[in-house]
């Protein structure tokens, strides 16, 4: 995807499924970080592979209610196989913000950075939102106990 001259270009991963203050907070940290924003929302074979268990939502639900949040630019379906990085070779963002709990990502984007598979691209770590709070384990947790 061609990007306007002069524009950087943020790139941020997660899945999205229950949206809550802690993934608008995230949102908008990473927007600061540059002029476009370009969300991938985990598809759903790969959030049953990483989380054990099937999305509340299909993933073109979630790309869509990403695509109503101010600041996004872009909200993309991820890739279909897991560390191919397809959709940031396709998008060439100039940073990928990655949230507080996406450690396991970091590194093995740092690792296929170092490698060649994945362009040279800046990671930055962003801050937690009241983690103990909106996360969307703790979330779904409080909901199970609600019924």
Request: glycine share 6%; hydrophobic share 35%; charged share 30%.
């Amino acid at each position: 995807m061609p990007k306007p001259i002069n524009k950087k270009r943020v790139m941020v991963f997660g899945t999205f499924d229950r949206l809550h203050h802690g993934h608008l907070s995230f949102l908008k940290q990473a927007k600061r970080h540059g002029d476009e924003l370009i969300v991938a929302v985990a598809n759903d074979r790969i959030v049953q592979m990483l989380k054990n268990k099937k999305p509340l939502h299909d993933s073109e639900k979630r790309r869509g209610d990403v695509a109503q949040i101010s600041g996004v630019t872009n909200a993309v379906i991820g890739d279909d196989t897991l560390g191919t990085y397809s959709i940031v070779k396709k998008h060439k963002p100039d940073v990928i913000c990655l949230g507080y709990d996406q450690n396991e990502l970091k590194n093995d984007l740092k690792n296929n950075i170092k490698n060649g598979n994945v362009p040279e691209v800046r990671l930055i770590t962003l801050k937690p939102h009241f983690p103990q709070k909106f996360k969307t384990s703790i979330l779904e947790k409080l909901d199970k106990n609600d019924r």
